[in-house]
């Protein structure tokens, strides 16, 4: 297999064929394009959701944070506690495990949530250190926010830039292009990247409009993004590559070094299906967030992507993230 997510066919085969045994508790379990799961206990709905951090070899408590709480934020569920698997190399120094937990900690603290608890070990099965998070949030029974729950003929609408987490990812693995390349212009923009990673405003600003639909943007891009979204909900979409919201010197640095734009890991990025995308604009515009309309869903048809040229073309299901390929190449 290749590296990234498993590839979309694969995923829909493991999801129906591995289901464990059903329980009437639970709302929603795996499915294509949903970023948590939703059990009910009483009047109140659990949100859960996990993701590593694979991509990165630098601030992964960070990261982590951030990708584990934009998933929660996409069901419009307040975070309440993350359980934390950490797994280190053989010879790795306690720094680094300290580095990793103190960003995780503060974090946590800043957004009243709690570390409920987890696993660490030394290992010689991984080469680099590998965080992933298991992360828990309430909201109120039938206030929950499906990505698959988008209609036909809802805009899409992408909050921020696109690729800020690739971004960031980029300037620390491929560091030397990023130097020879960049102007003080460009690394001007990039200031305060970092600040930018979550989505949980937009998440609130998503549940009090009752927007269909929301999808953080994160492994595959907004390629990826939107045709989970769109399958999910059973319909297809159209999108405009010149809408798509980049700042210059990300692109810049992407084209650099040959990757795909539309592709490239964008945590940071919130995706919604809405009915009335102006009204989420101006709701986003009074929290000081940008957001841009980049196409719409159909009835149920292939997902298209715009050239600035006119002409359409199908986009293919979610691949691996252009990172990935930065990095297999780099090892070639």
């Known amino acids: 297999m290749e590296t990234g997510k498993l590839n979309t066919q694969d995923l829909k085969t493991l999801l129906s064929n591995y289901t464990g045994a059903p329980r009437q508790e639970v709302l929603l379990a795996g499915r294509l394009g949903e970023d948590c799961s939703f059990i009910r206990l009483g009047e109140t709905v659990l949100?859960?959701?996990?993701?590593?951090?694979?991509?990165?070899?630098?601030?992964?408590?960070?990261?982590?944070f951030h990708i584990n709480m934009n998933d929660l934020a996409t069901s419009g569920a307040e975070g309440l506690g993350v359980m934390v698997t950490l797994l280190l190399p053989p010879r790795t120094e306690k720094k680094v495990?300290?580095?990793?937990?103190?960003?995780l900690h503060r974090l946590c603290v800043a957004h009243n949530i709690q570390i409920l608890g987890g696993h660490t070990e030394v290992t010689d099965a991984v080469n680099r250190p590998l965080l992933s998070l298991t992360a828990l949030g309430i909201v109120p029974a039938g206030e929950e926010i499906y990505t698959g729950g988008a209609k036909a003929g809802d805009a899409l609408v992408v909050s921020k830039m696109l690729a800020i987490e690739g971004?960031?990812?980029?300037?620390e693995e491929a560091k030397a292009?990023?130097?020879?390349?960049?102007?003080?212009e460009d690394w001007a923009q990039l200031e305060?990247?970092?600040?930018?990673?979550?989505?949980i405003p937009e998440g609130e600003v998503g549940k009090?409009?009752?927007?269909?639909?929301?999808?953080?943007?994160?492994?595959?891009?907004?390629?990826?993004?939107v045709y989970e979204l769109a399958q999910g909900s059973g319909l297809g979409c159209v999108i405009e590559r010149r809408a798509l919201p980049f700042a210059p010197a990300s692109l810049k640095l992407i084209r650099?070094?040959?990757?795909?734009?539309s592709r490239t890991i964008s945590s940071g990025a919130m995706l919604f299906a809405t009915e009335d995308p102006q009204a989420l604009l101006e709701a986003l515009a009074a929290r000081g967030?940008?957001?841009?309309?980049?196409?719409?869903?159909?009835?149920?048809?292939?997902?298209?992507?715009?050239?600035?040229?006119?002409?359409?073309?199908?986009?293919?299901?979610?691949?691996?993230?252009?990172?990935?390929?930065?990095?297999?190449e780099a090892r070639s």
């Open 97 to 103: 495990l300290e580095d990793i937990m103190g960003e």
């Open 256 to 261: 650099a070094l040959g990757l795909e734009e």
């Open 289 to 328: 967030i940008a957001g841009t309309i980049i196409g719409h869903l159909t009835a149920p048809t292939d997902c298209l992507m715009q050239e600035p040229s006119g002409e359409r073309h199908p986009m293919a299901p979610p691949a691996k993230d252009e990172i990935y390929r930065l990095f297999e």
């Open 177 to 184: 292009t990023a130097q020879a390349i960049f102007s003080p």
């Open 192 to 199: 305060g990247f970092s600040e930018l990673l979550s989505v």
């Open 167 to 171: 971004t960031l990812i980029l300037l």
């Open 47 to 64: 949100t859960v959701t996990t993701d590593p951090v694979t991509a990165a070899s630098t601030h992964q408590g960070t990261l982590a």
């Open 208 to 225: 009090e409009l009752s927007v269909h639909a929301m999808h953080d943007v994160t492994e595959g891009g907004i390629q990826g993004a």
